[in-house]
């Protein structure tokens, strides 16, 4: 059973970058498709990106497209989430998610394996 941790959240200004990690321990993440997620407070979690292992095929939410872009580093068991052009209605605790399927109509009740969550602030 893979387990996962993320890292690399934290205050950022408006317009800046981050970069989130997802580290897959104890088992590979090849065969999974991983997914980012969003929870800001008070607001549903929401998905923010799911890229599919079997093809690579990713989808982003239009609220993220052309700013935010996720990548797989097999090598390293881990995925990452570039996050640029951040505004303030990307603060969120950002959590990845993993599981056995492909990622065409995703949503967070399909996913059984998730990281502990990163937080993750624009604010100038």
């Known amino acids: 059973q893979v387990q996962l941790a993320e890292s690399g959240g934290g205050l950022v200004q408006p317009g800046g970058s981050l970069r989130l990690s997802c580290a897959g321990l104890?088992?590979?993440?090849?065969?999974?498709?991983i997914a980012w997620f969003r929870q800001a407070p008070g607001k549903e979690r929401e998905g923010v990106v799911c890229?599919?292992?079997?093809?690579?095929?990713?989808y982003y939410a239009d609220s993220v497209k052309g700013r935010f872009t996720i990548s797989r580093d097999n090598a390293k068991n881990t995925v990452y989430l570039q996050m640029n052009s951040l505004k303030p209605e990307d603060t969120a605790v950002y959590y990845c998610?993993?599981?056995?399927?492909?990622?065409?109509?995703?949503?967070?009740?399909?996913?059984?394996?998730w990281g502990q969550g990163t937080q993750v602030t624009v604010s100038s």
């Open positions: 890229m599919s292992s079997s093809d690579g095929s990713t």
């Open positions: 104890g088992s590979t993440l090849d065969f999974y498709a």
């Open positions: 998610a993993a599981e056995l399927l492909h990622c065409s109509n995703y949503g967070p009740a399909l996913f059984g394996t």
